[in-house]
């Protein structure tokens, strides 16, 4: 079966970090790109940043450049991402979704995690 779970979510405090992991089961995550995504309450999901097959990190929401980066463990099957300098308006449910190219758009993922909450506090 095909699967993502992500983990590590949490309540931190404003400046804080985060790292948050997207585990596969029933596929190789090395050959698909990952995409990471956020959601907040009463607001539609945005694309936050994906990791390339060739493991380089595009954003799609200049928010957290600098602040924001995805890396990969293939021995674990593993993406990370990693959110330093947490800000308050970085709360959200993040999901991994996993597709054969990077893309800002939610619709071309097929794959999806269930979701871990990040709560950021001022």
């Known amino acids: 079966q095909v699967q993502l779970v992500e983990s590590g979510g949490g309540l931190v405090q404003a400046g804080g970090s985060l790292r948050l992991s997207c585990s596969a089961s029933?596929?190789?995550?090395?050959?698909?790109?990952i995409g990471w995504f956020r959601q907040a309450p009463g607001k539609e999901r945005e694309a936050v940043l994906c990791i390339s097959t060739t493991d380089r990190n595009i954003y799609y929401a200049e928010s957290v450049k600098g602040r924001f980066t995805i890396s990969r463990d293939k021995g674990k099957n593993t993406v990370y991402l990693q959110m330093n300098s947490l800000k308050p308006e970085d709360t959200a449910n993040y999901y991994c979704?996993?597709?054969?190219?990077?893309?800002?758009?939610?619709?071309?993922?097929?794959?999806w995690g269930q979701g871990t909450q990040v709560t950021v506090s001022s």
């Open positions: 979704a996993t597709n054969s190219y990077c893309s800002g758009s939610v619709q071309r993922y097929d794959v």
């Open positions: 029933g596929f190789t995550l090395s050959t698909y790109v």
